[in-house]
């Protein structure tokens, strides 16, 4: 018989609640103030890992100042259509709203999180209803991590940042064992004046900006360097995600502030406002070492965001020869700190995975410029595995031939550890011929790899092969001209043609990646050919015309490695390097990329190669 007894209340199950905390709370059992990201998540610098779980009933969802921003902006825009068609007595009434929406957004935009977190709350309490007591904009002005901004506000006073600059020499970052950026190389007087009196002795012209005008130049930054593609084209949205959390850190818009303005203004050839980009350099360097030096903000998203940014910044500006290298010494060592597992979600996953190929080819131009070449931690399986793990991206035709390069940084050091215990002379009979046929073997196994990933991957490429095109002169760019090696008569050859750019950034590290890795083959049989060489440096300048008049924005900056070792398969002289230079110069005069217009020397992989060689 059926027990119909009614169960005991005490036992009863409880329906299923989801926790109202975001998961990063939960796990450090700390208190959220229920905001999409929390304060707490903002405060500790990992915005895009604020996640909530499913929550049935609408009341005790979180709440998301990105989505707010967006409804905001959406009805300031529709709000400017109807005053610009208005002439009524009705337009006077638009216009007090817009002003109260545009401080709204302001407020939000660029508040501490205390601020934007109590703004945010009462905007959803009003149900889309402004209450006059959120309108003001700037309670925050005195606040330590805005004090130097430079703003102007309706009602409110200027105040306007003063720097002088004297030079331009850069550091490596610091964070443990690396060295440090030193921002006495930058300015020589930082000075901030508050009012209406712009008048100082020998300072340099000021300019003074709305937040509005620096997020039309954010705007135009990311569409430069992160522009929307689809996936054959590879992804390129890193930055752009990241331009997305900039409102949740002082120290990433500091960094989009200062990088996007100094690019606007070199684009449009315009000196003030890129000196205006550059006198916000110093104070992002002083943040970032601020959060270097500190044991849990230096693996946060933001300090990734801003030494990437900074990269880009190197970039456009070039502020010195070394710049570059040692902006990517201090990315790489910081990738290396913060772990595989810090990879594998939000912006610090498209960081790490959209940069890859910066990584791991840039560990290889470091050791050789440097002359400290050692095995690259990428070449670590947990570094070809972790970062996608959990099926945030996968894994496509240039990410697998980049798990083949990382092994390069490794085969190069043993190929010069080996050559100077030969030149000193004190290695046995024996021990050379071990170390030598281990380093063999490497290049040997490595070989096949890259020859099977052709196979693999690109015959069998599901858009299409390559395809060898006839060069004519009714394109805007420069005519590659090569050498018959065994005539010494100069030619026209065909370019190639790709069916997406991802093909053809891929094809083209490969080819840098087979040159390089012959550069240490001096095995008796089977190893790449002087004239070989040859061909795959031409195979790069024979891609460069379809990829940059093709590549929108600055997506050209993926090829900047690979056109630097062509230029070092050739000698000078001769017309492949003449193509070059003209290449280059298109480049930086289309693109405002100063890197381009110094024929890259930074990017060298030569051993011991002065960076000013070699340059045109």
Not at 109 to 135: F, M, N, Q, Y
Not at 457 to 466: F, I, L, Q, R, S
Not at 535 to 542: H, P, Q, T, V
Request: aromatic share 8%; hydrophobic share 35%.
């Amino acid at each position: 018989m059926a027990d119909t007894r009614a169960p005991d209340p005490r036992f009863r199950k409880q329906p299923n609640r989801q926790s109202r905390s975001c998961k990063v709370c939960r796990l450090r059992k700390v208190k959220c103030d229920r905001v999409k990201p929390c304060h707490a998540c903002c405060a500790h610098g990992y915005p895009s890992k604020c996640v909530y779980e499913n929550v049935p009933d609408e009341d005790a969802q979180p709440i998301s100042q990105a989505e707010e921003i967006r409804n905001l902006r959406d009805e300031i825009r529709d709000l400017r259509a109807r005053i610009d068609v208005r002439q009524d007595g009705s337009r006077a009434q638009d216009l007090q709203r817009l002003d109260q929406l545009e401080s709204l957004f302001e407020s939000i935009r660029s508040a501490p999180p205390r601020v934007v977190e109590s703004l945010v709350k009462d905007i959803r309490t009003a149900h889309g209803g402004l209450k006059d007591e959120l309108v003001p904009v700037g309670p925050w002005e005195g606040h330590d991590a805005y004090k130097n901004y430079g703003r102007q506000s309706r009602g409110s006073s200027v105040s306007t940042l003063v720097v002088r600059n004297r030079g331009s020499d850069v550091e490596e970052i610091n964070f443990n064992d690396s060295v440090e950026y030193d921002e006495d190389d930058y300015e020589d007087e930082i000075s901030v004046r508050s009012g209406s009196d712009s008048s100082s002795s020998g300072a340099t012209s000021i300019m003074n900006m709305q937040r509005p005008v620096v997020d039309v130049f954010v705007e135009r930054f990311v569409d430069a360097f992160a522009p929307e593609v689809d996936l054959k084209s590879g992804r390129a949205g890193a930055l752009r995600a990241a331009a997305g959390i900039r409102m949740f850190s002082p120290l990433i818009s500091d960094a989009y502030e200062a990088v996007s303005v100094a690019f606007f203004g070199r684009s449009v050839q315009n000196k003030q406002i890129e000196a205006s980009g550059f006198r916000l350099y110093p104070r992002v360097l002083r943040g970032l070492q601020d959060a270097l030096n500190d044991p849990e903000r230096c693996k946060a998203e933001s300090t990734l965001v801003t030494v990437i940014l900074l990269l880009a910044f190197e970039s456009v500006e070039r502020t010195t020869q070394s710049g570059v290298s040692a902006h990517v010494r201090g990315a790489v060592r910081l990738i290396e700190h913060r772990g595989p597992e810090n990879h594998m979600y939000g912006v610090e996953h498209l960081m790490f995975t959209e940069l890859r190929p910066y990584w791991i080819t840039l560990m290889i131009q470091i050791g050789g410029a440097l002359a400290a070449r050692k095995p690259s931690f990428l070449a670590e399986e947990e570094w070809k595995t972790i970062p996608w793990s959990a099926g945030t991206t996968t894994k496509d035709i240039l990410h697998h031939l980049l798990d083949l390069a990382a092994d390069i940084p490794g085969l190069l050091a043993q190929s010069d550890a080996f050559q100077e215990k030969q030149l000193e002379s004190v290695m046995s009979t024996h021990e050379i011929a071990v170390k030598q046929s281990t380093l063999w073997n490497g290049i040997t196994e490595l070989t096949a790899k890259l020859r099977q990933w052709v196979i693999d991957w690109v015959e069998c490429y599901p858009d299409g092969a390559p395809r060898e095109v006839e060069q004519t002169e009714d394109q805007d760019f420069p005519i590659f001209q090569r050498r018959d090696l065994r005539t010494g008569a100069i030619f026209t050859p065909t370019k190639i043609s790709y069916p997406n750019l991802l093909l053809a950034q891929t094809m083209c590290l490969y080819y840098s990646f087979r040159l390089i890795l012959s550069s240490v083959d001096k095995r008796p049989v089977d190893r790449v050919t002087p004239m070989e060489q040859y061909d795959l440096g031409c195979g790069i300048c024979r891609t460069l015309e379809w990829y940059i008049l093709t590549a929108p924005g600055n997506m050209i900056n993926r090829l900047a490695f690979p056109t630097r070792v062509a230029w070092e398969a050739f000698p000078d002289g001769g017309p492949e390097r003449q193509f070059l230079v003209e290449v280059l110069q298109l480049v930086e005069k289309r693109h405002a990329l100063g890197l381009w217009g110094s024929a890259m020397p930074e990017l060298s992989v030569r051993e011991n190669s002065p960076l000013n060689s070699d340059s045109p």
